[in-house]
T-cell receptor, first 110, second 114 residues
Framework: EDKVVQSPLSLVVHEGDTVTLNCSYEVTNFRSLLWYKQEKKAPTFLFMLTSSGIEKKSGRLSSILDKKELFSILNITATQTGDSAIYLCAVAQGAQKLVFGQGTRLTINP | NAGVTQTPKFQVLKTGQSMTLQCAQDMNHEYMSWYRQDPGMGLRLIHYSVGAGITDQGEVPNGYNVSRSTTEDFPLRLLSAAPSQTSVYFC?????????????FGSGTRLTVV
């Protein structure tokens, strides 16, 4: 059975802290791994990872994929209250299907 | 460029009623799919389509029908609504390229079945 597991499920930190979100997967026909941020509406795209060891960066966010150990991490440095959201990890099976993890609910307290 | 448009945004149904959730995209994407999201869970695939006239089941297809008569539209039908179908529904479209942003989501439909 295809599955994507995220940890922790919930995380509360103070503004300025650094957080690491984890995503492990066992999915057939792996094409890519994607990270999304979800606030009140639809998920918004953060990163797509296809190759091991290549870190993707966007401002204070970064992510890396390990295809041998079947996991990915999402790091957020110098967190801000606007980073509070649910972070979703998904694995693309081909171009048409995504298998999602349960999500990590991140709360940043001022 | 509207992207993926879902209607309605909110809906309340009585048990046993039927309805159609609409989804349209204007990006000429080949693939379209429907997901549902329940509290504490990620999104789960209901049905998907790889092109006009071709559909297939996802992880949780029971109680839902789809059809794809055009590239642009992919409606989701609830045949006889049940309280277990209370959820937030997202439509997505994608294409076969490897470029980022290959998956675009609609803004969601919040459905309550009473």
């Amino acid at each position: 059975e295809d599955k994507v597991v995220q940890s922790p499920l919930s995380l509360v930190v103070h503004e300025g802290d650094t957080v690491t979100l984890n995503c492990s997967y066992e999915v057939t026909n792996f094409r890519s791994l994607l990270w999304y941020k979800q606030e009140k509406k639809a998920p918004t795209f953060l990163f797509m990872l296809t190759s091991s060891g290549i870190e993707k960066k966007s401002g204070r966010l970064s992510s890396i994929l390990d295809k041998k150990e079947l996991f990915s991490i999402l790091n957020i440095t110098a967190t801000q209250t606007g980073d509070s959201a649910i972070y979703l990890c998904a694995v693309a099976q081909g171009a048409q299907k995504l298998v999602f993890g349960q999500g990590t609910r991140l709360t940043i307290n001022p | 460029n509207a992207g993926v448009t879902q209607t309605p945004k909110f809906q309340v149904l009585k048990t046993g009623q039927s309805m159609t959730l609409q989804c349209a995209q204007d990006m000429n994407h080949e693939y379209m799919s429907w997901y549902r999201q329940d509290p504490g869970m990620g999104l789960r695939l209901i049905h998907y389509s790889v092109g006009a006239g071709i559909t297939d089941q996802g992880e949780v297809p029971n109680g839902y029908n789809v059809s794809r008569s055009t590239t642009e539209d992919f409606p989701l039908r609830l045949l006889s609504a049940a309280p277990s179908q209370t959820s937030v529904y997202f439509c997505a479209s994608s294409y076969s390229g490897d470029r980022p942003y290959g998956y675009t989501f609609g803004s969601g439909t919040r459905l309550t079945v009473v």
